[in-house]
Each structure stands twice: as structure tokens, then as C-alpha cells.
């Protein structure tokens, strides 16, 4: 069919669809027009193809020009086939579109197994259009504003402390660490997850530190991608494991213990994280907008769980009620997980074809609070209690860490700068942190910090600081 005649009614179609972003390629097997008969065996023939875009019951397919065929039989990406046709897919039931100036056909898919497969597609697409966009683009907050600014070691003129007095050991969750910093869960993506999660454990055994894993929903409901978490028995030294899920997930789970249960037996973790992500949600074209009873479940957890439950804000940072609630119902460590890194709803606003998400990705691109100041207050509640603090959001440096330990983080959480460390080679993540290590050290020396506990003495407003009439 030439472009010309293609409606422009129906390019209203194109407004339904979701997760446009970087085309996913695919192999199509496809029944050549000449042959009178469906059977695989007969009359069929391979083409390279790509999805561009996707719904929960529709694709957008960019089909090999000039391809005479009648069916799409099977379609396959990373040497994997999904059955997602009950039967094979007519190309005289698409429904051609012109998209990007190009022309390419859409079609609605029907019947319960072949919807669940196109969700495995679709969340096989988000992941690896997040690992993309979080390598190529920036997507930090704009102003990169952390609130640490407002923050100063004051130095030490004259330190009774040699190099090798200095101690960096930390506590966190009951357990002794080498270094005060946890590699943070992220999104792995399918095709480089495994990768991106070993070279990560591998620097985490070196250095002694807990090492967090990406949302464990996909290996949960498909078992086969459960591999891209198996870390566990790649290394002799001990890593500590902090498995991952949505509170959205558990909200919508018949049974949330038992989901919690079986993520934390996946990976054999000794933690459980729970990300908290209201604006990336809300922002999302396919996010969830439930988020009533959110405390009762945590509180379950936190009580039957068969490891420490944490709670996690992922660039938004984490209010004062709010932490005093995750207090009260139990849960033993919190990652306020401030403005000033990532912004996830700026990601969904990138990965989406509808200017009504772009444009609310760009509107709270800098929205939460910077994560000083949800540190800060976050500290003043828990007090002493031995509840564990986590800092993270757009720490990217010794000097930022050592600010936050002095504000009374127990660990310094780093994400993207270890996510792009890890697409480099095995080496790089590891190099990454003994180098944020060295600073670390430095800064310990340079205010008379022999041990990671005497930071907090340093840590002094810039403006009370200098306000010489005080």
C-alpha cells in the first residue's frame, strides 16, 4: 500500500501507544504470499524487523520493504522466540500507519497468553530503553542540586592522625562493612543485566560492601531471567544482597509476604529493599496510581520476613512523616534517596511518544527534595535508634560522601556513575569506588577524622559558618 493511501484518521491510533523510544529489532518468521497454506514448514522465510512501539494489546511494526508476505508466524529477539500469535498473525489485519515518515503496520493482539507475552515484551523493551537512555543521556537533575552545597567539613589546620590511623569501616544492618557505601539496585536492562550485575558483585566481594540488585519483577513472573540475579555463587568472598521491588508490585499482589518470601529466596538476599517511586509512577504512560495500604503491607513484611526490610525513594527524597512511619511499622533501614541524581520522571518523559508525558517528564525533572536535606531530617528522626540511614541521590564523589556520613548516613548509596562504570569493562566500577574511597580518606585526615563516626563533628552550615556576627 503506497503512503498516500493510507488515512490520516488513523494515525490517531499512534496516540494510544506506549514505550516509544530506541526500535527493538526482531526476527520474523514470515509466510511468503505465494504459498497457499500457514504450515511452518513450507513457504516461510526470516526477515529482520523491528517493534517500535507498543500498548498493552497492540504493536507497532516496521516490517523488511518490499517483503511479500501474508503472516507473521513467530518473532524472536536475543535468541529467544515468543509465542505470541495463537494463531499466525494476518497482514491483511494490520492496520498500516505512516510513523517517522515511514510505513508500518500495527496490530491488536488478542487472547490472554499472547497479551502476557506481549507484557514480557514490553517490560523486556522499558528495561532496556532505561539502561540507554540512563548511558547516553543526561538525565540528572538540571540544576544538579543536592543541598550539600549548603554544607562544609571545617578543616582541621593541624590533625594528630597519621595515613595509616584512619579507619572507614561502617555498620549497616547489624553487619560490618570495609567502606561506608553501597552499590545502589538499578535497572540492569535484559540485554546487559547480567553483565552490569556481576561486574558490580565483583567489585562489591573486593571492597566489602552490600551491593543492592535491580527490581526483581520480570525474573519473578518470568523464570527464566532469573539467571540475570544468580550472584551469589560467582564469588569465594562473602557478598551481602539486597534484593528489590516495587511497593506497587506488592500492592498488587494477592499475597504480598509471599512474593516478598520468594524474591528473597531468588537471590538467597540478606535484605529486602522496597523502592517507593510515586512521581516516575505517575509520570509513566504504564505506571500504577494505587497506592493505598502501602504501611500495612510494610508492616507485614517487616514482622515475617525472613530478612531486614528497607525502604527506598528513588530521586524524589523521603519526608519527615514518612520516615517516621517506616519507622513505627518496623522496617530497619531507609535510603532516602534524594533530588540531585537520576530523575526517573524525567527518564519515562524521554522513553515516551505522547508530549502530554514528555512535558510532564520536563515539569518534574527537579522535583523532591534534595537529598541533604531529606538526609538531615531523616537523621533527627531516627536519632539513635538502630534504624540504618542510607544516603543517596547524586553523590558522586569522597567529598559528598564524607558530607553525608557527616550528616548521619550510616552508608553513601551510588547508582548511575557505577551503572556507566560497569558498561566499560570488570575493572572499572571497582576503580570507580577505591577512588571515592581515596578521597574519602583524605577528607577524613584533612578535618582530623580518624574513623567515620567523628565526621558528624565537621559539619557545619556554610552560613552559620561565616556569619561572623555570631
Same mark, same amino acid.
Given at each position: ?6 488515512? %490520516? ?66 518473532? +524472536? ?24 515518515? %515511514? ?6 493482539? %488478542?487472547?490472554? #497468553? ?61 553487619? #560490618? ?179 502530554? #508525558? ?29 534504624? +540504618? ?61 580518624? %574513623? ?19
Amino acid at each position: 500500500m503506497k503512503k498516500s493511501g493510507i488515512k %490520516k484518521t488513523q494515525q490517531a491510533l499512534l496516540a494510544n501507544l506506549i514505550n516509544i523510544g530506541p526500535p527493538l529489532a526482531v526476527s520474523l518468521e514470515m509466510l511468503k504470499a505465494k504459498s497457499p497454506q500457514v504450515p511452518r514448514s513450507k513457504g516461510s522465510g526470516l526477515h529482520n524487523g523491528e517493534i517500535l512501539a507498543l500498548s498493552p494489546d497492540q504493536l507497532l511494526i516496521d516490517l523488511p520493504e518490499g517483503s511479500e508476505t501474508t503472516a507473521i508466524l513467530k518473532m +524472536s529477539f536475543q535468541n529467544k522466540t515468543l509465542e505470541l500469535f495463537q494463531k499466525p498473525l494476518s497482514i491483511k489485519g494490520l492496520i498500516p500507519v505512516i510513523f517517522k515518515d %515511514k510505513l508500518c503496520y500495527l496490530s491488536h493482539i %488478542k487472547g490472554e #497468553n499472547s497479551q502476557a507475552a506481549l507484557k514480557e515484551i514490553a517490560t523486556y523493551y522499558r528495561k532496556n530503553q532505561h539502561i540507554a537512555i540512563c548511558a547516553q543521556d543526561d538525565i540528572e537533575d538540571s540544576q544538579r542540586f543536592t543541598g550539600f552545597s549548603d554544607f562544609m567539613l571545617v578543616p582541621k589546620s593541624l590533625p594528630e592522625l597519621d595515613w595509616e590511623d584512619l579507619t572507614t569501616q561502617s555498620s549497616f544492618l547489624g553487619e #560490618n562493612f570495609s567502606l561506608p557505601f553501597l552499590i545502589t539496585g538499578m535497572t540492569g536492562g535484559v540485554e546487559n543485566g547480567e553483565m552490569i550485575n556481576r561486574r558490580l558483585a565483583y567489585a562489591a566481594t573486593k571492597l566489602n560492601i552490600p551491593m543492592g540488585v535491580g527490581s526483581q519483577r520480570l525474573a519473578l513472573e518470568s523464570p527464566k531471567y532469573r539467571g540475570i540475579f544468580k550472584l551469589k555463587h560467582l564469588f569465594k568472598e562473602k557478598l551481602f544482597l539486597i534484593g528489590n521491588l516495587g511497593i506497587s508490585q506488592l500492592l498488587a499482589s494477592a499475597d504480598p509476604l509471599s512474593l516478598a518470601q520468594r524474591a528473597v529466596e531468588m537471590i538467597e538476599a540478606d535484605a529486602l529493599a522496597i523502592h517507593v517511586n510515586i512521581m516516575q509512577e505517575l509520570v509513566q504512560v504504564e505506571g500504577d496510581f494505587k497506592f493505598k495500604g502501602a504501611y500495612k503491607v510494610l508492616e507485614e513484611l517487616a514482622k515475617k520476613l525472613s530478612c531486614p526490610l528497607v525502604v527506598k525513594e528513588v530521586g524524589s527524597g523521603l519526608d519527615q512523616s514518612t520516615v517516621l512511619r517506616l519507622i513505627c511499622v518496623g522496617v530497619k533501614g531507609i535510603d532516602v534517596g534524594g533530588r540531585g541524581g537520576t530523575s526517573w520522571p524525567f527518564i519515562e518523559g524521554k522513553r515516551s511518544a505522547l508530549p502530554l #508525558n514528555q512535558n510532564l517528564g520536563s515539569l518534574f525533572r527537579d522535583w523532591g527534595i534534595p537529598t541533604a536535606y531529606s538526609l538531615a531530617k531523616s537523621k533527627k528522626i531516627i536519632g539513635s535508634s538502630d534504624v +540504618s540511614l542510607i544516603a543517596t541521590g547524586g553523590i558522586r564523589s569522597g567529598l559528598m560522601a564524607a558530607l553525608a556520613l557527616g550528616l548521619g548516613a550510616n552508608m553513601v548509596g551510588i547508582g548511575l556513575p557505577l551503572l556507566k562504570a560497569a558498561l566499560i569493562d570488570d575493572e572499572e566500577p571497582l576503580n570507580f569506588l577505591k577512588e571515592m574511597a581515596h578521597q574519602l580518606k583524605i577528607v577524613q585526615l584533612a578535618t582530623g577524622a580518624g %574513623k567515620i563516626s567523628d565526621l558528624p563533628l565537621s559539619v557545619v552550615r556554610k552560613k552559620h559558618f561565616f556569619d561572623l556576627s555570631e
